[in-house]
């Protein structure tokens, strides 16, 4: 497996964990406590605690950027495209993301939180942005 395929793995496998381990887990331990009906959750967390909505939202991010990377990754996956900027920015993503989504859920909305997560996104964006350009200028 490539580090550009593995990193790919890894960002679905985040996504993932997002879900179960934060909204599934919340909403779980309610309905099985017999605090919340199963179809008591409207879409947007706006019943929830402050954490859980901010979790709802890192974890749309993921599914968001989850299609884009591996748009990208089918591109280097087809095209046989190799060399170091292949394996080095792939894993940065998926480091990135993770990062970005633990600040996102870990920490409140603030100034500064939100400029740590802005700058863990452009890292992303940057390394994507890179990939894409490795692949149409070899």
């Known amino acids: 497996m ?8 890894g960002f679905a496998a985040w996504t993932l ?8 887990a919340h909403r ?3 309905i099985l406590a017999g605090t919340a ?6 879409p947007d967390a706006s019943d929830g605690p402050d954490w859980y ?10 599914v968001e950027n989850l299609p884009v990377f591996a748009a990208i990754v089918a591109a280097i996956a087809t095209t046989g495209a190799t060399g170091r900027v ?9 480091g990135a993301r993770v990062c970005q989504t633990v600040t996102h859920v ?13 700058s863990f996104f452009c890292i992303q964006l940057v390394a994507m942005l890179g ?8």
């Open 86 to 94: 292949f394996d080095v920015l792939p894993p940065v993503v998926l």
């Open 106 to 118: 870990g920490f409140p909305v603030t100034a500064g939180s939100v400029s740590v997560r802005f």
């Open 2 to 9: 490539t580090p550009a395929t593995s990193a790919l793995l």
């Open 17 to 24: 964990a997002t879900l179960v381990f934060t909204i599934g």
């Open 131 to 138: 990939l894409m350009a490795a692949l149409v200028w070899p």
């Open 37 to 42: 009906r199963i179809h008591a959750f409207p």
């Open 28 to 30: 779980w331990s309610r």
């Open 53 to 62: 909505r901010r979790a709802t939202r890192a974890h749309m991010n993921c």
